[in-house]
């Protein structure tokens, strides 16, 4: 028998079953500006002020981070507790925004899956 995906260590099925899921979860983080875009590779955020939100904003900058998963992951594995790296991870992309004085309205990372 061939190389195949599985035996690399990539089950597809499990995958497939992932990335169903992923959209309904993300769904539950989007706030009204937040626009949708199907099947973009992109996310859109509406900026312009609008008496239905509560801020407006005089001079709005966008301030985005991202952080990866290298030593969530080992900490993880050597605690052997792997529910909470996804948690890290974006607790620590909004910290890092959070510390220079941005208000986080969205969240900007890769999911990688194998």
Known sequence: ???????AGLDLELYEQ???RLPALMKRTHTP???DLPGGFAGL????NSPKFARNYADPVLVSG???VGTKLKVAILAKKYDTVGIDLVAMSVNDCLCLGAE???FLDYIALA
């Open 1 to 7: 028998m061939g190389l195949t995906y599985k035996s």
């Open 18 to 20: 992932a990335m169903a």
């Open 33 to 35: 500006r937040v626009q």
């Open 66 to 68: 991202t952080d990866g």
């Open 45 to 48: 955020f509406r900026l312009g």
């Open 104 to 106: 986080p309205l969205f």
